[in-house]
């Protein structure tokens, strides 16, 4: 019996009738079609979202985004890549209907349009919500690190500055000694001429010139990093290392693991992040009340006591029951007595904390160490019993907070303060990793999206949000299918 035979290649063929013919009518590129010409461009505030009146005719871009969408689903990115496509495959040729643009300005549609991917990304999730694709009662919020177009050697510490100024002085001094000793020896022994020693040395002391240019930089905008390829990017932990990434913080909803929101931030760290995102996701799921959950980096007094005050209900991850005092509105105080286990709270638009017993505590100085301020309150630390302070003498109360976060001045009139107490349902912590780790998984491993393109907070959201778009839209793909999601569409 003989094998299965392939075409002859010389034989003719014809494709189908028609460019329609090329994909049927369950691929998902017909949704893609089908909601981005549902957009209003100029609504989004795409740039060029009409003709010109004269001169070359430009590339819709509705199809241009058409094209990052489809890419971005199908683990192609590259704006090179993605120009290669519309030459060879056929879906792409179907979406694009034969349009091939060049990889320039694929490129530069997704720079020039950052801010309106967003807008799209936006869109979208209120198209899932008139779907009823999220319960709108719990979110989890985490972040992830994801690897910007910077390396490790173009980022700058102080530490890492001091180690090569150290070098650097060491190189040049052995280059004049090299210097002296060739004047006491013979020409023919001469490992470098005089001239190419001078010559290494002012390359050296160029180098000094910029590692120490960069050193006064940081210390005059108190930056603790300087990345030159990227600036807005950092140094952070990533996968047991230490790379230059950007933190991407995003909200999922339980009922369907899709996206509500995300932000890009420099810091490494999640602390103070809970507070805005949890008002994100209340804005975008336009609820009054939301359960947030959230792993133990999001662990902060201050930030749980503003989200329960705006109807914000956190769950953080090996928490344990806590009691703070924080501001209210009553004409007087509440009764404070003891407390075992209570926080401070920080009142950043006063600069001003309130122990557990109640008290409230000015900022007296800085410590050396970065990110570190003492508060005080003298009378009422020296006749506290409460365990809250750390110092022996009793007099000074430590908060750790960033530098950033202070301000000159504070107002403690008509200040009255109320006791609470915030605890974590271990139900609903069992269930952060599945709904928040779902999105990041998938989008790292799957659609090959762990690392950057672009740079720049502002291009890297853009980045970012096509890249939510497709992880989104294949979700209700998956849920929903292709012809309810082009008719919930067209309705």
Known sequence: MNFINAEDRNQITFMPDTIDGYVDENNPVRVIDAYINSLDLAELEFSRSQPNDTGRPMYDPKDLLKLYVYGYINRLRSSRRLETETKRNLEVIWLMRKLSPDHKTIARFRRDNSDALKNVFRNFVKLCTKL?????????IDGSKFKAVNSKNRNFTQNKLAYRLANIEAKIQEYLDKLDEQDKQDAANIEHTPEEIAAIIAGLVKRKEEYEGYREEMKQTEETQKSLTDPESRLMKYKGDTEVCYNVQAVVDSKNKLVVDYDVVSQAQDKNLLKPMGEKAKEMLEVEHLIVVADTGYDSASDMVDCIENGIIPHISRMEDIQVCVE??????????????GRCVYIARRNIAVCPMGQILYPKSYKAKPGAALFYNGKACKECSCRCTESKSMKQFELMMRKSEFSKAYDDKNFRVKQITISSDKNILKQRKCIVEHPFGTIKRTMDAGYLL??????????LSLTFLAYNLKRVLNIVGVPQLIQAIQA
């Open 454 to 463: 672009t740079k720049g907070k502002r291009n890297v959201r853009g980045e």
């Open 132 to 140: 009823e694709l999220y319960g709108k009662e719990l979110v989890a």
């Open 328 to 341: 209210t509105d009553n004409s007087e105080s509440s009764s404070v007595t003891s407390f075992t286990n």
